[in-house]
């Protein structure tokens, strides 16, 4: 595709419940991010996943936290019996991998939970 | 070690003027510094990136400065325009060379 595809664009959901946000990468990146933004904060690190290699899991800040990729495609970013502290934007990035290569963000999904 | 310290928080400018955002860090296995450009309702962007090989990068009207014995660099935008009006963040690579570490954001409001 042209960009970053993230989906939903927005998602309200209920305390406890189960949320799945989907990234499409740019057609070739090996790499791909997800980051969160809370309200006038900046970006912070979740996951991230190069080529076939284990993923770099560092950021997630708790076990509800999870997510996929299959190869060098979409990635699925799942949090379990959320919470309303995980009302944010979720930002996915993706770029053609190396420690200096530019990353490509999508316009992210903001998850209210109420 | 892994953080990357932001300032100012916000700014505002009138038209023409120079802002400078600053940016710190400590870990000195970091090696590529990117600024990324954000609007209101989309993802950032990136504007201009730096290796520590250098003291200086120009772009256009943005110019990125870097102290490598001080661990910091900077922003500057020269001839600010109201388009400039933006969230901008500082960034470095980690020490595995994966994800990027990002600082918290400087929101610039440029006055016409």
């Known amino acids: 595709g042209a960009g970053v595809s993230q989906s939903p664009s927005n998602k309200v959901t209920e305390k406890g419940k189960d949320v799945e946000l989907r990234c499409d990468p740019i057609s070739g990146h090996t790499a791909l991010y997800w980051y969160r933004q809370r309200l006038g904060q900046g970006l912070e690190f979740l996951i991230y996943f190069q080529g076939n290699s284990a993923p770099d899991k560092s950021g997630l800040p708790s076990d509800r936290f999870s997510a996929e990729r299959t190869g060098e495609s979409v990635s699925t970013l799942t949090i379990q019996r959320t919470q309303q502290e995980d009302s944010a934007v979720y930002l996915c990035?993706?770029?053609?991998?190396?420690?200096?290569?530019?990353?490509?963000f999508g316009q992210g999904t903001r998850l209210t939970v109420v | 070690q892994q953080q990357v310290k932001q300032s100012p928080q916000s700014l505002i400018v009138q038209k023409g003027g120079i802002p400078i955002i600053n940016c710190a860090y400590e870990?000195?296995?970091?090696?590529?510094f990117p600024w990324y450009q954000q609007f209101p309702g989309k993802g950032p962007a990136l504007l201009i990136a730096?290796?520590?090989?250098?003291s200086e990068k120009k772009e256009g009207r943005f110019t990125i400065s870097f102290n490598k014995s001080a661990k910091q660099f900077s922003l500057h935008i020269m001839d600010s325009q109201p388009g400039d009006s933006a969230t901008y963040f500082c960034a470095a690579n980690n020490q595995a060379g994966t994800a990027l570490i990002f600082g918290k954001g400087t929101t610039l409001s440029v006055s016409s």
């Open positions: 730096i290796r520590p090989d250098v």
């Open positions: 990035a993706s770029s053609l991998g190396g420690r200096d290569t530019e990353a490509f």
């Open positions: 870990n000195t296995a970091f090696d590529y």
